[in-house]
Structure formats: structure tokens, C-alpha cells
């Protein structure tokens, strides 16, 4: 069975305090996996996908990295807006995505 | 371009009564999902249209839950009749190619009484 497992569960940093979320996976097949940031009330938001091992994808202060079994998300200087929770997903067989419990970040200013 | 737009955004309904949640995907989108968060729980699958078709309703926990898409635009998921445990946030989301990230709504909120 596909599984995704998220760590930390949650994680508080100050301002300017580089760290990184961790995503591993099982999965038959691997198609993508994905990373979305979600605020509260809110729909999960698409960050990146990653379709195979040693890809690596930035944006802002984000980068998002993956190996064969797990994916990071790295967070350089992260600001307040930063907050959010942090889901990822893996893509297996068909279209639907598996997704972790998510990792729920505060940054502190 | 539109998001994909969901409502009611919030539910209260009583055990036994039905609930009908709609979606409406962005224009062109013909993969349409749906998907659920109970309570201290991973997102998970429901179902999948590509276009008018029910492509995997796999994640349908049983046959109280009913979704339709009509002409292959928007799309409604009716639970009937509503139990405690269907209690939770039901997102859709709509792609172009069903292989790459989504766009999800904000989801509607249920809660079961």
C-alpha cells in the first residue's frame, strides 16, 4: 500500500532560521511527488513536483529535493509568511495523490 | 483565470438529513477530484472524473456518497443520509493532464450533528 510519512508534525523557527521538512514514501511506481503549502481555511496550494530521483526544484526560499525514498523541503532565511502547513503527496498508479499528515510551521519574527 | 470554486463553504446538518456539496472546476479542467480531511486525518482520495466519467471511485467510503459531474462541467457529491463520521473538509481540485499538480478550492467544511 502506498504511504506517505511527514516530519516534524510541527516545527517553530525564528525569523531567518534555515531548516528542512522531510517526506518519506512507499509507493509502487512512483509518478510524481508533490509538495503544496496549505493556510488555515484554505485549499492545499501547488509549490512543486518532482518526477525522479536526484531532481531538485526552487522557488523563492523554497527548494524541494528527492531520492529514492524520501523528499526534503528545504526552507532558507524563512520569514513569518512563511507559516503554513506543509503537504506532501506522492502520484502512483492513476491520478490520485497520496498525501502525509502535513508538518505545520510557525516562523517566529 | 478563475480558481476552482466551492460551496457551500460551510455545512451544519443533523445525522440522517442529506447534504449536497458542489464544485465547480476551472474552465477547460477535464480531470475533476474529490477529496476529504476528517478529523486528525491525512487528505484523502475520493474520486476522479475525466470529463462526465467516473475514472477511479476507488476512495468512496460506501453507497451513501453519490457524485455527478454534468457535461463534463461542474460536479456534485450528495451523502445521503449523513452519518456523525462523514464529518470533515471536502476539497475538489481539477487539472488539465491528470499528471501534474492540481489546483485545489478552499473546500467545504461539514459537520455532522
Known amino acids: 500500500e502506498d504511504q506517505v510519512t511527514q516530519s516534524p508534525e510541527a516545527l517553530r523557527l525564528q525569523e531567518g532560521e534555515s531548516s528542512s521538512l522531510n517526506c518519506s514514501y512507499t509507493?509502487?511506481?512512483?509518478?510524481?511527488l508533490f509538495w503544496y503549502r496549505q493556510d488555515p481555511g484554505k485549499g492545499p496550494e501547488f509549490l512543486f513536483t518532482?518526477?525522479?530521483a536526484g531532481e531538485e526544484k526552487e522557488k523563492e526560499r523554497l527548494k524541494a529535493t528527492l531520492t529514492k525514498k524520501e523528499s526534503f523541503l528545504h526552507i532558507t532565511a524563512p520569514k513569518p509568511e512563511d507559516s503554513a502547513t506543509y503537504l506532501c503527496?506522492?502520484?502512483?498508479?492513476?491520478?490520485?495523490?497520496?498525501f502525509g499528515a502535513g508538518t505545520i510551521l510557525r516562523v517566529k519574527s | 483565470e478563475a480558481g476552482v470554486t466551492q460551496f457551500p463553504s460551510h455545512s451544519v446538518i443533523e445525522k440522517g438529513q442529506t447534504v449536497t456539496l458542489r464544485c465547480d472546476p476551472i474552465?477547460?479542467?477535464?480531470?475533476l477530484y474529490w477529496y476529504r480531511r476528517v478529523m486528525g486525518k491525512e487528505i484523502k482520495f475520493l474520486l476522479h472524473?475525466?470529463?462526465?466519467?467516473?475514472?477511479?471511485e476507488s476512495g468512496m467510503p460506501n453507497n451513501r456518497f453519490l457524485a455527478e459531474r454534468t457535461g463534463g462541467t461542474y460536479s456534485t457529491l450528495k451523502v445521503q443520509p449523513a452519518e456523525l463520521e462523514d464529518s470533515g473538509v471536502y476539497f475538489c481540485?481539477?487539472?488539465?493532464?491528470?499528471?501534474?499538480?492540481?489546483?485545489f478550492g478552499s473546500g467545504t467544511r461539514l459537520t455532522v450533528v
Open positions: 481540485a481539477s487539472s488539465q493532464s491528470g499528471y501534474h499538480g492540481y489546483t
Open positions: 509507493v509502487s511506481g512512483l509518478r510524481g
Open positions: 518532482l518526477y525522479s
Open positions: 503527496a506522492v502520484q502512483a498508479r492513476g491520478n490520485k495523490l497520496v
Open positions: 472524473f475525466v470529463k462526465e466519467s467516473k475514472q477511479d
Open positions: 474552465s477547460g479542467h477535464d480531470n
